[in-house]
Structure formats: C-alpha cells, structure tokens
C-alpha cells in the first residue's frame, strides 16, 4: 500500500485530521487497534469550544452538532451555597456547545464512510519505520496478514498509550507530568440535569461537576481518592455525596435516578516533547494529557489537527515546508496554555488529602474573588471558551 499520511489512531484526533486531508485531496490510511464500536463506546467530556465548533464545521461534520448539540451562554462556578455565573457570551461574545464527544466520534465515521476514506479496525503490532529518512512506512498486522504501508508523513494519534510517541527515543524526548492524588468518579443518569448550565462546585466534602448531554440525560462526577473502587460505590452513596457537594438551591430541585454508566477516571497533566521526529507528527493525547476540568482535552487535540492538516496540506500539495517545520512550536505554544488553565482549575476546586487549613482558604479566596471581580470571570471565560488559533 501507498498512501500521503498515515494516521495511527481512529480516536477524534485520527479521524478530524483524515477527514480534512481527505477534503483537500491528500490520502491518508487510518490505522486503529480496536473496533469501531469499542472506540464508540467511550464517554469522554462533552464541552465544545467554539474553534472545535468551527473545525467540525469545515469537516463538513456539523451539522447534527448543530441540530442536536446545546449552545451554553455560561457556566457556574460554586463554593457550597456561592453561586458565581461566567456569562461567556457577555465577557467574551462567544459561547460553548454542549455535544458529546462520543457523538463528534461517530459524526466523523459517518463523513469518512460517505468519503470512502481508508480506515483499518483491528489493526495489531503497529511499528512506525524509517521516521527520520525520506521514505517513512509503518508495518502492521491486519486480518492475520503482515502488511506494509509507505507514505511521505506519519500522524501520531494513538492516544497515551500508543505506539507513535514510544518511537521517539527515550534520550530524545522530554516529559514533563503532573499526577493528582485523586479521580472522578463519573455517572450518566436518564434524569433531568441540576441546572441549565455546568456547575463546577468547590466545597468541604471535595469537588463535584454537574454536566449533561440533552434534557433527560445528565452526566455528573465527585472527586474520589484514587484507591477507591467503582463497586465501593453504590447509586445511593453517590447521590448523597453529590448533593452534599451542590448549593443547597440546586439539590432542592435536583432529581435523582439510577446510573446508566460508572467509572472512575484518573487525573493528569502530561506533556512529551518534541512533537516531531522526522516525518512522525504527535496529536491529541498521545502528545498530552490534561486533567478534565475545564474540559480541554479533546479540544486541545483538534486545535493540534488544525496545525498539522494546514501544514500537511502545503506540504504534500506545494511543496511547502514551513508549517511542517512550525507545527511543533504553534501547537506546544497553546498546548501549555491549556495545560496551565486545566492546572489551575483543577487546584481551585479539588480537595487535595492532607493538605492543611490554609490550601482551603485559598480556594475559598479564589471564588469569592471570582464572584466579586468582573476581570477575574473574563480571564477564566477567555480560557473556557478557548485561547484563538
Ligand atoms: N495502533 C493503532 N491504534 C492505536 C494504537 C496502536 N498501537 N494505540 C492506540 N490506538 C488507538 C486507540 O484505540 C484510540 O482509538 O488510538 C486512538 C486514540 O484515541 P484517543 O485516546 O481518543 O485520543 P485522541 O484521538 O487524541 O483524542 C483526544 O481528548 O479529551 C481527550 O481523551 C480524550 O479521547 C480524547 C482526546
Ligand atoms: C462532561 O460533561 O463529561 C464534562 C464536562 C465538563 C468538564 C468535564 C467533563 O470539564
């Protein structure tokens, strides 16, 4: 086989990237290790920021996010029964669509199906050759038949623990890694969500996250030590510690039901460095990780794809090599601005065990400031709704 890209990895980062190649006339083959209902069985945030909007859009995958997806004006920050509102569209003028990930995932299958893009499930033993030489391939087993795959460019987007970032050798890459001494604990509920929009609450019991997906469809998290199992809690106690999270008005009207989904979620920060090694370009989570809060994830990946499509597309197209040799500094460049809000938000609301008085204080401090000060709600709407690219 013989293809312009190849893309490891058919996550929303694998696929976004193929797709907009596809569009421009660049082949790529995607390469995924699991089936396409395992990669649609993920649940994953569902906070899009308006560049994320726009990306999918010019993907020509918008227009169910439009239909069925939820435009949010705003969100709640609480500290127990103090409710500060960032009103997005008043601070910034723009505003976050509510849209699962899951949903982006399976809008992108249905335009790469309708495309005849080339995408191989259950692809096993991916290794990632001659990355820095002119003639790169990837060699990989398929329906139990060895194959081989040449290309010009490799795309990285094998999630944290793929293959892509492995290849760069390890005295040649630099990590830099931040894990927090606790997980969410997530739930997807067919109730009602608390309140029209997001509240992301502070309080002595630790931090809670009311979210949703549609209007009968909520989706909530407490924090929890790490060491706690999913079996350790029942539907019961995770309603009481959630509303012993929430402001007493929100609890009075919150309805509860039982979970349609329950997992628990780790939290980290992590970057590799570089992001490029020859002819292999890292995206998306196999690149970084941060935690959830402020939900950057995804779409700190797809502003990674905007980077690297433009840079591919002028590269395979006209010869242009600039933005393939800029890639790595524009998308680091965002990436640790993301890293550093995800960081601070996740310390302005979560309990850390051990920690003393004066660390409570302080993010006590935090949301009060961020009730009184009008700057204060426009640097963190600024950073929500997504730093420009
Ligand atoms: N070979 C082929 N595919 C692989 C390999 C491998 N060796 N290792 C992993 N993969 C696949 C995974 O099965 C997965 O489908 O790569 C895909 C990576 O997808 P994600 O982990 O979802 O990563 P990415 O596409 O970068 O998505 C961005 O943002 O909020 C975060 O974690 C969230 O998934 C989200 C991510
Ligand atoms: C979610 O709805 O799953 C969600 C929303 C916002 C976050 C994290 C997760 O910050």
Redesign the pocket.
Known sequence: MKTDVVI???????LLLSQLLNKAGVATVV????SRAR?LA?I??GVLEQGTVRMLQEAGVGDRMAREGHPHEGCIFSDDDLMVRIDFKELTGKTVMVYG?TEVTADLYAAQDAMGATILHD?AD?VICDAVSDAPFVTFTHDGVQKRVDCAYIAG???????SRKTIPDDRRREFERVYPFGWLGILSRTPPAHEELIYANSANGFALASMRNEMLSRYYVQVPLTDKVEEWSDDRFWERLTSCLPGDVVKTLVTGPSIEKSIAPLRSFVSEPLRWGRLFL????AHIVP?TGAK??N??VSDVFYLQEALIAAVKKGDMAGIDGYAARALARIWKAMRFSWSMTTMLHHFEGEDGFAAQMRKATLLHLSQSETARRDLAENYIGLPY
Do not use: K, M, N
Request: proline share 6%; aromatic share 2%.
């Open positions: 490891i990895g058919g996550g929303p980062s694998g390469l995924e290790r699991t990669v993920r994953r945030a990930q692809v991916v987007c094998d999630g944290f623990h793929g293959v995206v998306g989570d196999a959830p994830g995804l700190l990946a």
